[in-house]
């Protein structure tokens, strides 16, 4: 079974306060504001990282989307 990354409190208030702060980004704020980062900025990256895969995907031709399937199966198997 895997592993749990974090742990759910018990108390129902503290588990729906931490419901809402996931949800709401809260989490991601205060977590920048404690290592001295604009939230703002660590908002919009985490917006734009959200998206930015599915935008590559839609820019990459066929050919392109095979050349970088078949280097990741390479560096798989390489071990």
Request: hydrophobic letters at 40%; glycine letters at 8%; charged letters at 35%.
């Amino acid at each position: 079974m895997p592993k749990r990354s974090s742990k759910n409190p018990r108390d129902i208030n503290l588990l729906a306060k931490s419901i809402v702060d996931r949800a709401t980004g809260a989490e991601l704020v205060e977590k920048a504001i404690s290592e001295g980062k604009n939230p703002a900025a660590v908002l919009l990256g985490h917006n734009g990282g959200l998206k930015g895969g599915k935008a590559r995907a839609k820019k990459l031709t066929a050919k392109e989307r095979s050349a970088i399937a078949k280097k990741a199966a390479k560096a798989r198997w390489k071990a």
